[in-house]
């Protein structure tokens, strides 16, 4: 019996041990699908309404609105309320969009030569130059042009199908540089009771110089032909939020990274999120551009997310997918698809999460499938016959009641017996009359010898009445104390 619970006990060890992985496994080196999901473009647009109040001749009002786009860029949803962080280069527009609108609605009403830019210009007319002046200053009492600006973001979430219009977004807190990071809030709440995906933050930048990273963001509006970007990178050595940032530097000198990942930047991925290789979070956005990309850390952003007081949070989403995301890195493609599954009803149009159960889906029960192999395992287990384990545990059961059995006779007890007492020599016996056996009682008396069977006694054997000896039939008189016998 205990051999038999020996080897089931090591059975229930080996499917622990089995299943063991699967739940505390980390995150593979190198993913970032944890943040992908979260991923949104970003494109701001400068919106003017200016009135031109011209009274050279008759007074006439003109009225312009001008669209001024003045950044294109990547954000990070890191809230599933939709805020999004990003750098201040992507929510304040650095030029003076009102003075470009007095040289837009000037040169188009007076039909003057004036560049389209947000620089003051003088002109050769003393008239028209002293209106365009007053223009340049709205707030004056004097001013020839009432002006107002508004600045308008737009986040394209990474789903499918592309979200032709995205959804709005203000700018609530921003750093003092372009390269600043900057957060954002939806100018309406964002529809559904989950929200949208978010990706976490690190706590510090990696030290180690050299140390793999990637960077994910979008070249345009996400769509049919524009997917995420993914490009891996590595950390050079020093940089700081005062001069520019970290550079990033490959180790090995097979690639020039800065100018890789500063050309990324120019493209649309500026302010993307640079994903640390351990665990997939965030430890910096990409800052720069030209040949010098490089990485504000995750503490500055932090740093600005107090500011703001908004806190960084994740959401039922975000448990979901990062459940069947363990699933799927470890190769449990059965089991990782109901997870994705789970993800698409919760946010039906999650990039990240419909290719991935596309991808486990064809996986499932092939021969990579980590949950096939375990079923069929337990499977062969289950067929072995039972017969010998069965006969096992009858030998085992009656050696070991054998042995009790031994055991028990060892420690019980023997009742020692007395040893007869010889017989006492009596007086002669009469002529004719037969033998009589004297039993004499050994003392002390035992109680245990009291014990005995009574039976109904034999008329035909008689006793002396005077000594209570057994007496032959023909006796007469009494052998033993010559006592007569009644007749």
Partial sequence: MARFRALAGGIVVALVLTALPASAHEHPSGITDLVTPAVVRLEAVSHVEITLLDHVGELIHVERSYDIPFAEGTGTVINPDGTIVTLRRLAINPDDVAVYAANKIFAEHHKVKIPADDKKHRLKNPILDRHLQQCY???????????????????????????????????????????SPAVLAPVTPVSGGVGMPTAPLADKVP??????????????????????????????????????????????????????????????????????????HVIG???????????????????????????????????????????????????????????????????????????????????EDQ???QAAALQDERSTPLWPLILAAGILFLAAGGGAYLLWRRRTPEVVTEPPQPLAAGPPLDDGADQTVVVRRSQPFH?????????????????????????GPAHRFCGYCGHPIET
């Fill in 137 to 179: 200053k709205p707030e004056s009492i004097t001013a020839t042009c009432i002006i107002d600006v508004t600045t308008e973001i737009t986040a394209y979430p990474n789903v499918s199908p592309a979200s032709p219009d995205g959804f709005k977004v203000k700018c609530i807190k921003a750093g003092p540089k372009p390269d």
């Fill in 207 to 280: 030290d180690q110089v050299g140390a793999p990273v990637s960077v994910a963001g979008f070249t345009g509006r996400p769509g049919p032909k524009v997917k995420h970007t993914v490009e891996i990178a590595h950390l050079g050595k020093g940089g700081s939020a005062g001069d520019g940032g970290r550079p990033f530097a490959d180790p090995e000198n097979k690639a020039d990274e800065p100018v890789k990942l500063g050309g990324l930047a120019d493209k649309g991925m500026i302010g993307a999120p640079v994903i640390g290789d351990k665990d997939g």
């Fill in 285 to 367: 956005l990409l800052v720069g551009g030209g040949k010098d990309g490089r990485m504000i850390g995750i503490r500055e952003v932090t740093g600005l997310l107090s500011q703001a007081k908004v806190v960084p949070r994740r959401g039922a989403i975000d448990t979901a997918f990062e459940a069947a995301l363990t699933r799927y890195h470890t190769k449990y493609y059965t089991e990782a698809a109901p997870g994705f599954q789970r993800v698409l009803e919760l946010y039906p149009g999650n990039v990240v999460a419909a290719e991935l159960l596309k991808d486990a889906l064809a996986k499932r029960g092939g021969p």
């Fill in 371 to 373: 949950g096939t192999r």
């Fill in 447 to 471: 109680v245990a010898s009291q014990q005995q069977v009574m039976t109904a006694p034999n008329p035909a054997i008689k006793y002396c009445t005077s000594c209570g000896m057994r007496l």
